[in-house]
C-alpha cells in the first residue's frame, strides 16, 4: 500500500503562490511516478504534473512555466510549487502514484485525501 498525505493548500488572490506537500509512506518509494492531478467540480480530473523515478519531469501545457514539481527522497515528500495563480485554478488537488510506466496524465493508482486550492480574482 501507498499512504500519501497533501498539505499546503489555501485560498489566495490571482497572482499569488502557494506550494502543496506530498508526505509520502508505505511502498511510495517504490513507485515510477510521483505526481498531482486536480478536480474541479463538475469538471473531470486534471492531471498537473508529475516525476518519475529518474527525476524527468512533465508538466501540463496549461502549467508550464507557472508551476514546478520536485522531491526530496530522503524526506519522502513531494511538492508542488504553484505561481502566477489563476481563478481557473481552483480546485482540489490530489497528490498521487503509480507503479506503472504507461499512464495517462491523471491515471494514477494511489492518490491522497486532496487539498483544496481557492484562487480568487
Not at 61 to 81: C, H, P, W
Amino acid at each position: 500500500q501507498v499512504q500519501l498525505v497533501e498539505s499546503g493548500g489555501g485560498s489566495v488572490q490571482a497572482g499569488g503562490s502557494l506550494r502543496l506537500s506530498c508526505a509520502a509512506s508505505g511502498y511510495a518509494s517504490s513507485m515510477y511516478y510521483m505526481g498531482w492531478f486536480r478536480q474541479a467540480p463538475g469538471k473531470e480530473r486534471e492531471g498537473v504534473a508529475r516525476i518519475d523515478s529518474e527525476g524527468r519531469t512533465s508538466y501540463a501545457e496549461f502549467v508550464k512555466g507557472r508551476f514546478t514539481i520536485d522531491r526530496d527522497n530522503a524526506k519522502n515528500t513531494l511538492y508542488l510549487q504553484l505561481n502566477s495563480l489563476k481563478p481557473e485554478d481552483s480546485a482540489m488537488y490530489y497528490c498521487a502514484a503509480d507503479g506503472r510506466k504507461w499512464i495517462g496524465p491523471a491515471d494514477f493508482r494511489y492518490r491522497g485525501q486532496g487539498t483544496q486550492v481557492t484562487v480568487s480574482s
